[in-house]
C-alpha cells in the first residue's frame, strides 16, 4: 500500500536568467518568489501559492519551455508501476524522482512526499 496526490506544478524556462522568468511568473501570478537552498537554487525559484496550497517553481531548462506537473508519494517505485499499468513509461530516473511519460505524450515526475498535509490529502492505492 502507498500514497500519492498532486504536488504542484513547474514551469520550465528555455533561459539563460531565471531570475527574469521567474519574476515574470511570479508577477502573472501574484505570487512572492523564494529562491532554494544550495545547489537546486542555481536552477530553481518557487513561488509560493498562499491562496491554494499548490507547490510551484520555475526551473531553468534546456528543452523547449513547458509546465508539467508532479506527483507526490510515499513510495517511489510502487508509484511508478501504478502508472506503468495505466499506460505510463519510465523516461529518466534521478536520485530523488522519476520523469514519466503519460501516454498522451506529456511529461510529468513523480516524487518523494513533501507536503505537510501529504498524509491527510493523499489517495491510498493496493
Not at 519551455?65 to 529518466?92: N, P
Request: aromatic share 8%.
Amino acid at each position: 500500500m502507498h500514497k500519492s496526490k498532486l504536488a504542484g506544478f513547474i514551469i520550465d524556462c528555455r533561459t539563460g536568467d531565471l531570475p527574469a522568468a521567474s519574476a515574470f511568473w511570479a508577477g502573472a501570478l501574484g505570487m512572492e518568489r523564494r529562491g532554494l537552498d544550495g545547489s537546486e537554487g542555481e536552477n530553481y525559484v518557487r513561488l509560493l501559492d498562499h491562496q491554494h496550497g499548490l507547490h510551484l517553481e520555475v526551473q531553468s531548462v534546456e528543452h523547449d519551455s513547458r509546465i508539467h506537473m508532479d506527483i507526490e508519494t510515499d513510495d517511489i517505485e510502487a508509484e511508478v508501476r501504478r502508472l506503468e499499468a495505466l499506460g505510463a513509461t519510465r523516461v529518466q530516473q534521478f536520485p530523488r524522482w522519476w520523469v514519466m511519460q503519460a501516454p498522451t505524450g506529456q511529461r510529468f515526475c513523480v516524487v518523494n512526499a513533501q507536503s505537510p498535509d501529504f498524509d491527510r490529502l493523499a489517495t491510498q492505492w493496493p
